[in-house]
């Protein structure tokens, strides 16, 4: 039973800082594509950033851009979203998201993740 668990939202100034932690349980995959995605209501779920654990490559959307850095502690199965300079536009439920294949991470496409957490707000005013 794999299991997605996010933390570390809140509310925050215009300019401040969070980070974001996923911690994954019950996956049976070593090799994985871990992703971070953020929905505003109203709004469409829009990939932020992503990780492939087989070569470490990194996708971030042009949005968050050197402000926004994915990392990950594999001793832990934790996933890290740091976010700085945070702007009322990234105020949104963010969530993480993994796959065991690649193709998830090259698209980026919701559809194509196969596990998801329960979301974490960020308001950022």
């Known amino acids: 039973h794999v299991q997605l668990v996010e933390s570390g939202g809140g509310s925050v100034q215009a300019g401040g800082s969070l980070r974001l932690s996923c911690v994954v349980s019950?996956?049976?995959?070593?090799?994985?594509?871990m992703a971070w995605f953020r929905q505003a209501p109203g709004k469409e779920r829009e990939a932020v950033a992503s990780?492939?654990?087989?070569?470490?490559?990194?996708y971030y959307a042009d949005s968050v851009k050197g402000r926004f850095s994915i990392s990950q502690d594999n001793a832990k199965n934790t996933w890290y979203l740091q976010m700085n300079s945070l702007k009322p536009e990234d105020s949104a439920m963010y969530y993480c998201?993994?796959?065991?294949?690649?193709?998830?991470?090259?698209?980026?496409?919701?559809?194509?993740?196969?596990?998801w957490g329960q979301g974490t707000q960020v308001t950022v005013s």
């Open positions: 019950g996956y049976v995959y070593k090799d994985k594509c």
């Open positions: 998201a993994s796959d065991s294949t690649l193709s998830a991470c090259a698209t980026m496409e919701p559809g194509r993740f196969g596990y």
């Open positions: 990780i492939y654990t087989v070569d470490g490559s990194t």
